[in-house]
């Protein structure tokens, strides 16, 4: 292992490119596996096991739910764990996890069985996979962070699109036993690899500057900031500033409309009689517009203040759920969709690069395990507050209003976030 780490270094001053490119690269397939226990993924599976086994839908989407609750306990242990022992040790656990818990769904007969197996990659999805891989993306990335932290949730969006649609060929052909096997190789082949020999924790750690070309002295790299210029700020210097959990409050919001909104998407559009085939296309315009988004608002947030723009990205989704309602041709939901889907790349990025522009690269991991609580809480309260009004009213109309007036209370919320300043520290006596 010395020898393998002594030659990543080397490689690491000698590529003609800077190193955190090949960190994003090995970040990027930690989020593209991930996917191996998306909801999107999940769904594939739902009509052939429950078919095949006699569980009700309910039953199998339960485990998605708990596996989210879960991830909010996790979540600060993960964070903490990035940053005592490092992301490449976190992240190649549980990308072997994930393959694990992805090949036991194949003999996964009895419910709890399944519970446990997936229940395990949802949990590895909405904590390790979410928080690692962008944390050490932020810690590599300074000048270009936001550009970086898009590329990174390209590579989720990727993994939205084809993971569900390789489970559904399988399927297919070979049955849903077949399919789960086939995912977790993907997820050993396609990932294990990168993350286990090619991510470092910084830059400082292999001699190098974030964002700036090896083998040049600081002082003639360009206007990029120094290290030292960097927000530095502890867990406990965070916890005591109105920002983090302002940032964390909003976020945790438009999480909750996302899940709200996407976990009933297809069956809204077949409630309007746009068939099952149109459905399905819109689903795919939401995740290829969530890359899409993804791109744009990391080139947007390294120019425009980040609340301003996290601000504008609420204003998006809000517009996208006030139309929701008025869906009733082929091109309405299309469109829809892809507005919402650009809306969910932008909650995927800004706030990753908020947290790390306020509170520095320092003690990011542990920040991030504190806050992220609110994504996982969001998601779950979301998916089933839109499932309950349509029981209630039959109608997912309430619903969408209401998200869409959660939505600008989180702009409000999001408004307020100014960047936290850090009291300067007496000298000691």
Not at 64 to 75: E, K, R
Not at 255 to 284: K, R
Not at 298 to 315: F, I, Q, T
């Amino acid at each position: 292992m010395r020898d393998k780490t002594g030659l990543i270094n080397r490689l690491a001053h000698k590529t003609p490119f800077y190193y955190g490119w090949l960190i994003l690269f090995a970040a990027g397939d930690a989020m593209f596996v991930r996917n191996a226990a998306a909801s999107l993924t999940l769904a594939v599976f739902i009509f052939p096991i429950s078919d095949d086994l006699g569980w009700s839908r309910t039953l199998i989407a339960g485990a998605a739910s708990l596996g989210g609750l879960v991830a909010a306990v996790t979540s600060p242990i993960v964070g903490w764990a990035s940053d005592k022992y490092g992301v490449r040790l976190i992240l190649t656990i549980s990308v072997l996890a994930m393959g694990i818990s992805t090949f036991s769904l194949a003999w996964a007969t009895v419910p709890i069985a399944f519970y446990l197996a997936f229940g395990m990659g949802r949990v590895l999805f909405s904590s390790s996979f979410q928080i690692g891989p962008s944390v050490v993306v932020s810690r590599w990335f300074v000048q270009r962070r936001g550009r970086a932290t898009g590329m990174l949730f390209l590579s989720h969006s990727m993994g939205m699109v084809l993971f569900p649609l390789i489970a559904g060929m399988v399927i297919h052909y070979w049955g849903w036993q077949a399919a789960w096997m086939v995912l977790g190789a993907i997820v050993w082949v396609a990932a294990l690899g990168p993350v286990s020999l090619l991510i470092r924790q910084s830059p400082e750690a292999m001699g190098l500057a974030p964002d700036l070309p090896q083998g040049r002295p600081e002082d003639e790299s360009g206007p990029g900031p120094a290290p030292s210029e960097e927000p530095d700020w502890t867990l406990r210097d965070a916890l005591r500033t109105p920002t983090l959990w302002l940032l964390a409050l909003a976020t945790g919001i438009l999480f909750l409309m996302q899940a709200g909104t996407n976990t009933h998407q297809g069956a809204y559009f077949i409630d309007q009689e746009l068939g099952v085939a149109i459905s399905a296309l819109s689903i795919s315009f939401n995740a290829a517009f969530t890359g899409i988004g993804s791109l744009i608002w990391g080139w947007l947030v390294e120019r425009v203040p980040v609340r301003y723009c996290y601000a504008a990205v609420a204003v998006v989704m809000v517009a996208a759920l006030f139309l929701f309602p008025s869906v009733n041709t082929i091109w309405q939901a299309l469109l829809v969709a892809s507005l919402f889907g650009a809306s969910v790349g932008g909650i995927l990025v800004v706030p990753a690069v908020a947290y790390a522009n306020y509170f520095g690269r320092r003690s990011i991991g542990v920040i991030r395990g504190v806050t992220e609580p609110f994504v996982s809480l969001g998601q779950a309260i979301g998916a089933v507050f839109s499932g309950l009004v349509f029981d209630i009213t039959g109608s997912y109309h309430f619903a969408f209003i209401t998200l869409a007036v959660f939505g600008i209370a989180a702009i409000g919320l999001i408004l307020l976030t100014k960047p936290p300043h850090l009291a300067a520290k007496a000298p000691a006596l």
